[in-house]
Protein backbone atom coordinates (compact mmCIF):
# COMPACT_ATOMS: atom_id res chain seq x y z
CA UNK A 1 0.00 0.00 0.00
CA UNK A 2 1.27 3.55 -0.89
CA UNK A 3 2.27 5.67 2.49
CA UNK A 4 0.46 8.85 0.53
CA UNK A 5 -2.65 6.16 0.73
CA UNK A 6 -2.22 4.97 4.04
CA UNK A 7 -1.56 8.20 5.74
CA UNK A 8 -4.39 10.23 4.34
CA UNK A 9 -6.71 7.36 5.36
CA UNK A 10 -5.65 7.88 8.88
CA UNK A 11 -6.18 11.29 8.50
CA UNK A 12 -9.66 11.26 7.39
CA UNK A 13 -10.52 8.58 10.33
CA UNK A 14 -8.68 11.36 12.65
CA UNK A 15 -10.95 13.95 11.38
CA UNK A 16 -13.81 11.78 12.17
CA UNK A 17 -12.98 11.26 15.53
CA UNK A 18 -12.26 14.84 16.11
CA UNK A 19 -16.03 15.52 15.00
CA UNK A 20 -16.96 12.62 17.71
CA UNK A 21 -18.60 10.36 15.24
CA UNK A 22 -16.06 7.37 14.45
CA UNK A 23 -17.36 5.64 17.28
CA UNK A 24 -21.18 5.76 15.47
CA UNK A 25 -20.04 4.10 12.24
CA UNK A 26 -18.54 1.15 11.07
CA UNK A 27 -15.63 0.56 8.64
CA UNK A 28 -16.55 -1.88 6.27
CA UNK A 29 -15.06 -2.83 2.79
CA UNK A 30 -11.57 -3.76 1.54
CA UNK A 31 -9.74 -1.51 4.02
CA UNK A 32 -10.71 -4.19 6.92
CA UNK A 33 -7.99 -6.44 5.10
CA UNK A 34 -5.55 -4.08 5.80
CA UNK A 35 -6.91 -3.16 10.06
CA UNK A 36 -7.37 -6.87 10.27
CA UNK A 37 -3.66 -7.25 11.35
CA UNK A 38 -4.52 -5.74 14.68
CA UNK A 39 -6.93 -8.44 15.00
CA UNK A 40 -4.42 -11.28 13.87
CA UNK A 41 -1.19 -9.99 15.45
CA UNK A 42 -0.97 -13.52 17.13
CA UNK A 43 -0.55 -15.73 13.82
CA UNK A 44 0.53 -15.33 10.36
CA UNK A 45 -1.25 -12.78 8.70
CA UNK A 46 -0.41 -11.23 5.64
CA UNK A 47 -3.17 -8.44 3.87
CA UNK A 48 -2.77 -7.29 0.19
CA UNK A 49 -5.00 -3.79 -0.67
CA UNK A 50 -4.89 -2.02 -3.55
CA UNK A 51 -7.83 -0.09 -3.57
CA UNK A 52 -8.86 3.39 -3.56
CA UNK A 53 -12.60 2.87 -2.17
CA UNK A 54 -13.04 3.44 1.71
CA UNK A 55 -16.81 2.52 2.65
CA UNK A 56 -18.60 3.39 6.40
CA UNK A 57 -21.62 1.34 6.96
CA UNK A 58 -24.39 3.77 9.04
CA UNK A 59 -26.77 1.21 11.68
CA UNK A 60 -29.77 2.24 10.92
CA UNK A 61 -31.67 3.91 12.73
CA UNK A 62 -28.59 5.88 13.15
CA UNK A 63 -27.32 7.13 16.43
CA UNK A 64 -25.57 10.29 14.96
CA UNK A 65 -25.96 12.76 17.63
CA UNK A 66 -24.61 16.15 16.35
CA UNK A 67 -24.23 17.18 13.16
CA UNK A 68 -21.45 17.83 10.98
CA UNK A 69 -20.83 18.77 7.68
CA UNK A 70 -18.49 15.70 6.27
CA UNK A 71 -17.86 17.33 2.41
CA UNK A 72 -16.42 20.85 3.82
CA UNK A 73 -14.71 18.63 6.80
CA UNK A 74 -12.71 17.19 4.10
CA UNK A 75 -12.23 19.92 1.45
CA UNK A 76 -9.29 21.16 2.36
CA UNK A 77 -7.49 17.83 1.84
CA UNK A 78 -8.31 17.75 -1.80
CA UNK A 79 -11.65 15.59 -1.73
CA UNK A 80 -14.72 16.68 -3.88
CA UNK A 81 -18.12 15.63 -3.92
CA UNK A 82 -19.35 13.04 -6.93
CA UNK A 83 -22.56 12.03 -8.01
CA UNK A 84 -23.47 8.26 -8.38
CA UNK A 85 -26.44 6.41 -9.86
CA UNK A 86 -29.87 7.92 -10.92
CA UNK A 87 -30.60 9.85 -7.76
CA UNK A 88 -27.52 10.66 -7.08
CA UNK A 89 -25.78 9.56 -4.25
CA UNK A 90 -22.72 11.01 -3.10
CA UNK A 91 -19.14 9.66 -2.81
CA UNK A 92 -15.83 11.86 -1.62
CA UNK A 93 -13.74 11.20 -4.44
CA UNK A 94 -9.60 12.11 -4.33
CA UNK A 95 -7.07 10.66 -6.20
CA UNK A 96 -5.78 8.13 -3.46
CA UNK A 97 -9.20 7.09 -2.01
CA UNK A 98 -13.26 7.12 -2.68
CA UNK A 99 -14.98 7.54 0.25
CA UNK A 100 -18.55 6.33 0.50
CA UNK A 101 -20.93 5.88 3.47
CA UNK A 102 -23.80 3.09 3.24
CA UNK A 103 -27.08 2.09 4.61
CA UNK A 104 -28.56 -1.91 4.65
CA UNK A 105 -30.83 -1.93 2.15
CA UNK A 106 -34.66 -2.69 4.31
CA UNK A 107 -38.03 -4.73 2.68
CA UNK A 108 -38.20 -4.34 -1.05
CA UNK A 109 -35.32 -1.50 -1.15
CA UNK A 110 -35.49 1.83 -2.60
CA UNK A 111 -34.31 3.48 -5.67
CA UNK A 112 -33.07 6.78 -4.50
CA UNK A 113 -30.11 7.60 -2.14
CA UNK A 114 -30.89 7.38 1.80
CA UNK A 115 -30.82 11.08 3.23
CA UNK A 116 -28.26 11.52 6.61
CA UNK A 117 -28.62 15.20 6.71
CA UNK A 118 -26.61 14.59 10.42
CA UNK A 119 -23.94 13.95 7.93
CA UNK A 120 -24.67 16.45 5.25
CA UNK A 121 -24.11 13.50 2.75
CA UNK A 122 -27.00 10.45 1.50
CA UNK A 123 -25.96 7.39 1.20
CA UNK A 124 -26.33 4.21 -1.18
CA UNK A 125 -28.81 1.06 0.58
CA UNK A 126 -27.10 -2.18 -0.54
CA UNK A 127 -28.43 -5.73 0.46
CA UNK A 128 -26.84 -8.21 2.99
CA UNK A 129 -25.05 -5.00 4.77
CA UNK A 130 -26.75 -5.91 7.87
CA UNK A 131 -24.55 -8.70 8.34
CA UNK A 132 -21.90 -6.69 9.41
CA UNK A 133 -23.77 -5.10 11.88
CA UNK A 134 -24.57 -7.97 13.77
CA UNK A 135 -21.06 -8.67 14.95
CA UNK A 136 -19.24 -5.40 15.63
CA UNK A 137 -15.30 -5.55 17.22
CA UNK A 138 -13.41 -2.23 18.22
CA UNK A 139 -9.63 -2.62 16.85
CA UNK A 140 -6.88 -0.13 17.52
CA UNK A 141 -5.39 1.54 14.73
CA UNK A 142 -2.65 4.04 15.20
CA UNK A 143 -4.01 5.96 18.06
CA UNK A 144 -7.65 5.68 17.42
CA UNK A 145 -10.39 2.89 17.75
CA UNK A 146 -12.17 1.97 14.72
CA UNK A 147 -15.34 -0.26 14.47
CA UNK A 148 -15.03 -3.05 12.02
CA UNK A 149 -17.37 -6.37 11.58
CA UNK A 150 -16.02 -9.12 13.05
CA UNK A 151 -13.79 -11.12 10.50
CA UNK A 152 -16.09 -13.77 10.38
CA UNK A 153 -19.01 -11.83 9.07
CA UNK A 154 -16.76 -9.64 6.68
CA UNK A 155 -15.34 -13.14 5.35
CA UNK A 156 -19.33 -14.28 4.76
CA UNK A 157 -20.18 -11.51 3.81
CA UNK A 158 -17.61 -10.99 0.86
CA UNK A 159 -18.77 -14.69 -0.43
CA UNK A 160 -22.05 -13.94 -0.66
CA UNK A 161 -21.57 -10.52 -3.33
CA UNK A 162 -18.94 -12.00 -4.42
CA UNK A 163 -21.30 -13.65 -7.42
CA UNK A 164 -23.24 -10.39 -7.17
CA UNK A 165 -20.49 -8.41 -8.79
CA UNK A 166 -20.85 -6.81 -11.85
CA UNK A 167 -17.79 -7.18 -12.72
CA UNK A 168 -15.85 -10.78 -12.70
CA UNK A 169 -12.58 -9.19 -11.59
CA UNK A 170 -14.35 -7.65 -8.27
CA UNK A 171 -16.08 -10.86 -7.39
CA UNK A 172 -12.54 -12.72 -7.66
CA UNK A 173 -11.03 -9.83 -5.44
CA UNK A 174 -13.78 -10.84 -2.71
CA UNK A 175 -13.51 -14.66 -2.63
CA UNK A 176 -9.55 -14.07 -2.35
CA UNK A 177 -9.94 -11.92 0.41
CA UNK A 178 -12.75 -13.99 2.05
CA UNK A 179 -10.53 -17.16 1.79
CA UNK A 180 -7.42 -15.21 3.39
CA UNK A 181 -9.48 -13.99 6.17
CA UNK A 182 -11.40 -17.77 6.80
CA UNK A 183 -7.78 -19.41 6.88
CA UNK A 184 -6.10 -17.15 9.39
CA UNK A 185 -9.57 -17.48 11.73
CA UNK A 186 -9.33 -21.24 11.57
CA UNK A 187 -5.30 -20.78 12.58
CA UNK A 188 -6.09 -18.69 15.33
CA UNK A 189 -9.11 -21.26 16.68
CA UNK A 190 -12.22 -19.81 15.76
CA UNK A 191 -13.83 -22.11 12.95
CA UNK A 192 -16.66 -22.61 15.24
CA UNK A 193 -17.22 -18.54 15.16
CA UNK A 194 -17.46 -19.24 11.55
CA UNK A 195 -19.16 -22.20 11.72
CA UNK A 196 -22.10 -21.03 14.25
CA UNK A 197 -22.56 -17.92 11.84
CA UNK A 198 -22.76 -19.98 8.89
CA UNK A 199 -25.45 -21.83 10.33
CA UNK A 200 -27.17 -19.25 11.99
CA UNK A 201 -27.77 -17.48 8.00
CA UNK A 202 -30.64 -18.50 5.50
CA UNK A 203 -30.17 -21.38 3.43
CA UNK A 204 -29.98 -19.33 0.35
CA UNK A 205 -27.05 -17.27 1.73
CA UNK A 206 -25.63 -20.73 2.72
CA UNK A 207 -25.87 -21.77 -0.83
CA UNK A 208 -24.31 -18.58 -1.79
CA UNK A 209 -21.08 -19.50 0.45
CA UNK A 210 -20.71 -23.11 -0.05
CA UNK A 211 -20.78 -21.91 -4.17
CA UNK A 212 -18.25 -19.50 -3.41
CA UNK A 213 -15.96 -21.47 -1.57
CA UNK A 214 -16.07 -24.72 -3.88
CA UNK A 215 -15.50 -22.77 -7.06
CA UNK A 216 -12.27 -22.01 -5.53
CA UNK A 217 -11.57 -25.43 -4.29
CA UNK A 218 -11.08 -24.66 -0.68
CA UNK A 219 -12.82 -27.50 0.37
CA UNK A 220 -11.05 -27.90 3.81
CA UNK A 221 -12.69 -24.63 4.59
CA UNK A 222 -16.05 -26.00 3.70
CA UNK A 223 -14.97 -28.55 6.57
CA UNK A 224 -14.43 -26.75 9.05
CA UNK A 225 -17.39 -23.94 8.65
CA UNK A 226 -20.54 -25.99 7.37
Known sequence: MEKNQYNLCIEVL?????????????????????????YFSDIEYISALKTRDIDFLIPVPSRLKRKTDV?????DLGFVIDFRGNEGYIKLVHPELIIEFL???KGKGIDKPYPLPQLGINAQTLRFLNM????????KVENLQINVPHP???ALHKLIISKRRAKKEKGSKDKEAAIRIL??????????????LFNSLPRKWQNKII???????EYKILENIS
Open 71 to 75: PELLK
Open 132 to 139: LTDNVITI
Open 183 to 196: RALIRKGEQNTVKN
Open 211 to 217: SAIESEK
Open 103 to 105: VPE
Open 14 to 38: ERFRKANFLNEIILIGSWCIQFYKA
Open 152 to 154: ANF
